[in-house]
């Protein structure tokens, strides 16, 4: 069993950044890809970035390639979610989760924090 728990979040102007956290507590996050998803009001969850068990391989979403970088700190059960030029249909609740494979899809992605609002006001 793995817990998450996300903070980070907040409000910002349309331009500015934000840096979200992921602490992975039980079974330690270097035996798990992790990954980023969001979910705007109304909108379906969608996937933002991912990073595997290393942290050399990590994909992103088209929406935030060049301005979202995600990393990890295995020694701190840690993975990061670095947000730049945030624009306001960034506006949505940002969650980790951890999976046995570095993948853009929810379904491989076994446990899920319950997230932290990110609002971007333009």
């Known amino acids: 069993q793995v817990q998450l728990v996300e903070s980070g979040g907040g409000l910002v102007q349309a331009g500015g950044s934000l840096k979200l956290s992921c602490l992975a507590s039980?079974?330690?996050?270097?035996?798990?890809?992790m990954g980023w998803f969001r979910q705007a009001p109304g909108k379906e969850r969608e996937f933002v970035a991912a990073?595997?068990?290393?942290?050399?391989?990590?994909y992103y979403a088209d929406s935030v390639k060049g301005r979202f970088t995600i990393s990890r700190d295995n020694a701190k059960n840690t993975v990061y979610l670095q947000m730049n030029s945030l624009k306001a249909e960034d506006t949505a609740v940002y969650a980790c989760?951890?999976?046995?494979?570095?993948?853009?899809?929810?379904?491989?992605?076994?446990?899920w924090g319950q997230g932290t609002q990110v609002t971007v006001s333009s």
């Open positions: 990073i595997s068990r290393s942290g050399s391989l990590t």
């Open positions: 989760a951890a999976g046995r494979l570095t993948a853009t899809i929810q379904r491989v992605y076994d446990y």
């Open positions: 039980g079974r330690t996050s270097s035996s798990y890809a």
